[in-house]
């Protein structure tokens, strides 16, 4: 069976052949349609930060999957062959402290799996488990967005176009800082009211919350000198896994800073619905399963407008 693997820090994914895997006790085996391509996934090759979430290596990446279940273990009541699911990636966590879905077939607990709508694409559910779930989980979670605030998103790439688009739909006014010029129509077109290169260029608009979704540590730094008195500054993205933040800013503006890491199932659910009704339409580019190689060096070059999905089977 096709697969690639991780073997630390430093080292390329490598293009291997592995066993099928098996369904043990309430499992499934998954048959993969398709597995998405992360930032996090350029980060665990260059930063050795990463790897207290490999117990053992090698492993097979990818935390972003959908497919068709073809096989069911011992207890498992609730699935059967031939449903469509998407896999919820924290648990193992999948794709770092267990096999994810850059290989033909996973094996996963039937206790992560969520049901598909009726008709979703494979490469949107796929874009839904992390992209969806982490972005929801960062606005609507912990940046608690409501109809009638303002808000910052920093980056818009494969998080952060979901990010925006949800606060939209939730009611929120939304400022996007954006380097990429080429797509601040798609920002608007989305729902953004304000489109500029840089957070810092709001600071007048009295933003209430800015979820950074490029986590670049000067990104961080600017949208605490950013907010409003008494805001909020979620931080999602890891480009880098450190930032010098002004205390002073914080204390005297009380300015509250969260980290946010991925969602809940529900989070998941949600997303994909709003991707079946059409109000949520992400830009998705898909690549064959030879070119996930490629296409990590691509999302290292600041090369991907939207999320790049790998379609693994038909």
């Known amino acids: 069976m096709k697969a690639w693997h991780f073997h630390g820090t430093g080292k390329p994914f490598e293009r291997v052949d592995i066993e099928e895997p098996t369904a043990g006790p309430g499992e499934v085996v998954i048959d993969v349609k398709?597995?998405?391509?992360?930032?996090?996934d350029v980060g665990i090759l260059e930063d050795e930060g990463w790897m207290g979430l490999f117990p053992s290596l090698p492993v097979v990446p990818g935390h972003e999957t959908a497919g068709v279940i073809t096989e069911i273990g011992e207890g498992v009541t609730e699935w059967k062959v031939g449903d469509a699911v998407a896999v919820y990636p924290m648990v193992g966590p999948f794709g770092y402290g267990k096999n994810g879905g850059w290989e033909e077939r996973v094996a996963a607990s039937a206790e992560q799996l969520i049901r598909m709508p009726e008709g979703l694409d494979f490469t949107?559910?796929?874009a839904a488990t992390d992209a969806g779930m982490t972005s929801a989980g960062a606005v609507l979670g912990k940046g608690q967005v409501k109809a009638g605030m303002k808000?910052?998103?920093i980056g818009y790439g494969g998080l952060g176009q979901i990010g925006a688009r949800l606060a939209h739909l939730e009611g929120a006014e939304v400022y996007v800082a954006e380097i990429k010029?080429?797509?601040?129509?798609h920002a608007k077109a989305a729902g953004a009211v304000k489109v500029a290169k840089d957070i810092s260029e709001?600071?007048?608009?009295?933003?209430d919350v800015i979820v950074d979704?490029?986590?670049f540590g000067t990104t961080t730094a600017a949208a605490v000198e950013t907010v409003k008195f008494q805001g909020r500054v979620v931080i999602v993205g890891m480009g880098r896994l450190e930032a010098t933040l002004n205390t002073n800013t914080m204390i005297l503006n009380q300015v509250e800073v969260v980290g946010s890491n991925g969602g809940s199932m529900d989070d998941i659910a949600s997303v994909m619905k709003w991707m079946a009704s059409g109000d949520l339409a992400p830009t998705i580019e898909t690549?064959?399963?030879e070119q996930i190689a490629e296409g990590i060096e691509r999302l290292k070059a600041h090369q991907v407008n939207g999320r790049l999905v790998a379609k693994i089977g038909e």
């Open 213 to 215: 979704f490029a986590g």
């Open 124 to 126: 949107l559910a796929a």
């Open 287 to 289: 690549i064959d399963f």
């Open 181 to 185: 010029e080429d797509i601040w129509e």
């Open 202 to 207: 709001f600071k007048d608009d009295q933003l």
């Open 151 to 153: 808000v910052g998103i």
């Open 34 to 40: 398709a597995a998405g391509l992360c930032h996090s």
